[in-house]
């Protein structure tokens, strides 16, 4: 190959000129590369760089990062470092040869004290156990959080700095930093019974946190959780490994089952007592937000009842525990549960979002509940809150005003006026993490093909500052490789449903020729596969794994089915107590409009998806049996009866009211239906979406008697990875679909 190389270059060099410029341009073609399993899942070739371990500092003119081990201050206005906060070298104990191996931090008040985490062990999705030391810098000192045996949770400081809160065992402690002394604030935490300070596990992956306490804003209280998860039925996971397997049991409440009875109190420091807060009688319910006020010792928190079409917002004393309902929300369908609550400056108003109008909007509210007015108003939805700027009023939050496609920064003043985009020009979706004075904001945008750039940017005008991180070698990296590129279209179904499209083509496409297709879905509730985006993680592996099947030959397709979001309520809950209908119906609608086009061989279409995509994969191959030629199914739910009360319940009701709709779209009772060709992959480890649905699944295409093929992962959980997990199981995939479509 050298060899021809050399030869061509001397050939090039006595050419004529006329020659030249075609020659090279056949020659840079034959040069790019081939994708191979090995760079995306392997080597690491494709890894985006990013600006680890950021963390604001409390003037906003300085921001913090981790640069191998030592802390490091840098100026915001240059994003040049200007000072070692701390030095890897001060992280070693006495008798340590080598600095602690520090994975996390977090300033006290007056930045004068650290929190180092070291060792930390992921447990479910958002929760993890660490040890922690407190490093003073003034005194260079390195100190325990804690001195007794076990690793902490949540560990944080109170905002005047002087305490830390932190969870063991399923208790809550403090530890005061002038004497380090720990006091437990409960003592009755148990495994599988009562959790203090943290959350069950339906919580921490249906309502998105895990950390179950809050300090006061003066620092005079403690807010937390209490799970009483006694009466909720166990599920238990074989662990493999062993002479004899381990059994790992844990609460899961199932859809229909009973669930955690949650409490919220309130410790008093000073005091040393806590005070539970009235959250009502009604103990089949769930508590999905606390958050202090503005005022003191009130606290407000949020309580959704079990069929989650009734938010109520209470404002409680945490001295008294007495408590009133200010707002209610209702929706025929669901209310979804989000961040965007602010309480402003004063105590007078707070913000919240809604969509009450059809859209996820802005509204001002007092703090009797009264609106005082709605901010934003449009077709188009709010994504998040992203700051508010106390002294001019102006409120700053992510939307999809430009297209359901994209995200972009917007600021609107308490008058509902001077609504301003902000930050990049273009498409492309942003992420946005605000300083917070609002002053500067980091900004992380990316494109469709598009590795992210990371900036900082003025608050005030969007303006670049400084990027951190425009991620040009890997751009550069990219462009040596044979890619297609990623288009969007949107086309009508038979039902006049218009749908939201990617397509990916070969590099090589030829209009003239027929070309398999294979479909990618997620298309659960809210969710969104089709957006103008890079994608992250496993969104953007995924984008090279179709790349490298477009190499191969292949159109790689994703269509937003009704129930996805981005585009309103009513296109989102369309599928409400009837999940798996619709949205199969307008993936095999899809399927049917793609085998209409000149260069897709209509006999050659598949499907494949993970966790909700599995599903909708499963479904697809069997009550659109004669649509799709093959599928693969990863981690699936095959019937929701299996799934958990908190997602399951809020977009079918619970199973003893509306049994039809668990029924009527189970793969399981369509499984005699199947004509295709069928991977069906799971871990046996998986916390999340059980094997116990891949078991229910595969017995009832055996009665049924269907072939099909099955990978199972030992003691993989729901994301199926670790090793040389994720190249082994793409190289799976990638066979069945070169063999089967």
Do not use: C
Request: cysteine-free.
């Amino acid at each position: 190959m050298k060899f021809r190389s050399f030869g061509l270059a001397l050939w090039l060099a006595t050419a004529g000129p006329a020659l030249v410029p075609a020659l090279l341009t056949t020659t840079q073609a034959q040069q790019k590369q081939n994708l191979t399993l090995e760079d995306i899942w392997q080597k690491g070739t494709f890894s985006a760089k990013s600006v680890p371990g950021f963390n604001w500092m409390k003037d906003g003119r300085y921001y913090s990062s981790l640069d191998q081990g030592s802390l490091v201050q840098h100026d915001v206005t240059t994003g040049q470092a200007v000072q070692t906060l701390v030095a890897a070298a001060d992280l070693k104990l006495p008798g340590q040869d080598k600095p602690l191996p520090v994975d996390g931090y977090n300033f006290n008040a007056d930045e004068q004290q650290i929190l180092f985490s070291t060792g930390t062990e992921a447990i479910y999705r958002r929760s993890s156990k660490s040890t922690f030391y407190i490093y003073n810098r003034q005194t260079r000192q390195l100190t325990p959080l804690s001195k007794a045996a076990g690793k902490q949770l949540y560990a944080t400081f109170s905002p005047d700095g002087r305490r830390v809160a932190f969870v063991r065992d399923n208790n809550l402690f403090v530890t005061d930093l002038a004497t380090m002394q720990e006091t437990a604030i409960t003592t009755d935490g148990a495994i599988n019974k009562i959790i203090n300070g943290g959350t069950d596990w339906v919580y921490e992956e249906e309502f998105s946190f895990a950390q179950g306490f809050q300090w006061s804003p003066d620092s005079r209280y403690v807010a937390y959780y209490t799970f009483d998860e006694s009466q909720v039925p166990e599920y238990n996971m074989q662990e493999w490994g062993p002479l004899y397997p381990k059994d790992y049991r844990y609460k899961y409440p199932k859809a229909g089952e009973k669930n955690s009875i949650v409490s919220i109190s309130a410790y008093d420091v000073a005091a040393g007592k806590s005070t539970k807060m009235d959250v009502g009688a009604e103990t089949d319910q769930y508590i999905p937000r606390i958050l202090w006020t503005q005022t003191p010792e009130l606290l407000s928190i949020q309580r959704l009842n079990r069929l989650q079409n009734k938010l109520e917002i209470l404002h409680a004393n945490a001295k008294t525990g007495q408590s009133n309902v200010v707002l209610t929300d209702t929706d025929k369908a669901y209310v979804d549960i989000t961040d965007d609550v602010r309480y402003l400056a004063g105590g007078k108003e707070f913000l919240f979002t809604s969509e009450k109008d059809g859209y996820r909007h802005l509204y001002l509210y007092n703090m009797s509940g009264k609106l005082v007015r709605q901010l934003t108003k449009g077709n188009w939805e709010i994504t998040e809150i992203n700051g508010f700027d106390e002294k001019k009023g102006l409120v700053y939050f992510t939307s999809t005003e430009a297209s359901p496609l994209q995200r972009h920064l917007y600021r609107v003043d308490l008058k509902g006026k001077g609504k301003t985009r902000l930050g990049e020009a273009g498409g492309g979706n942003n992420t946005v993490n605000m300083s917070a004075d609002t002053r500067y904001f980091l900004n992380y945008h990316s494109e469709a093909g598009q590795p992210q750039v990371v900036s900082l940017r003025n608050g005030q005008d969007g303006k670049l500052v400084k990027t951190l991180e425009d991620n040009a070698r890997l751009r550069q990296k990219l462009g040596d490789y044979n890619l297609g590129k990623l288009e969007f279209i949107n086309f009508k179904t038979a039902e006049g449903v218009e749908l939201n499209a990617s397509v990916l083509k070969p590099a090589n496409f030829d209009a003239s020729k027929k070309y398999p297709v294979l479909m990618y879905v997620y298309g659960g509730p809210g969710s969104q596969t089709v957006k103008d985006d890079a994608g992250g993680g496993i969104a953007f592996t995924n984008y090279l794994w179709h790349q490298l099947l477009a190499q191969n030959g292949y159109i790689v397709v994703s269509v937003d089915n009704r129930g996805t979001g981005a585009r309103g309520s009513d296109f989102k809950k369309s599928t409400y107590a009837n999940l798996g209908k619709l949205e199969t119906d307008d993936q095999a609608a899809a399927a049917r409009y793609l085998a209409t086009l000149p260069y897709v061989d209509k006999s050659r279409i598949g499907i494949w998806g993970w966790s909700f995509g599995g599903y909708m994969t499963a479904l697809a191959l069997t009550k659109n049996a004669d649509v799709f030629k093959m599928g693969i199914s990863v981690a699936p739910v095959t019937n929701w009866r299996y799934y958990d009360t908190v997602y399951t319940e809020r977009f079918l009701k619970t199973p003893q009211e509306n049994p039809a709709g668990y029924d009527d779209n189970s793969p399981v009772q369509h499984a005699d239906k199947l004509k295709g060709k069928l991977l069906l992959v799971h871990g046996t480890g998986d916390d999340n979406v059980h094997f116990q649905n891949a078991v229910a699944f595969t017995d009832a295409m055996i009665k049924a008697n269907k072939d099909y093929q099955t990978l199972y992962y030992p003691n993989r959980n729901h994301g199926i990875y670790g090793g040389n997990t994720r190249l082994h199981l793409y190289r799976q995939m990638t066979d069945f679909v070169l063999k089967n479509l």
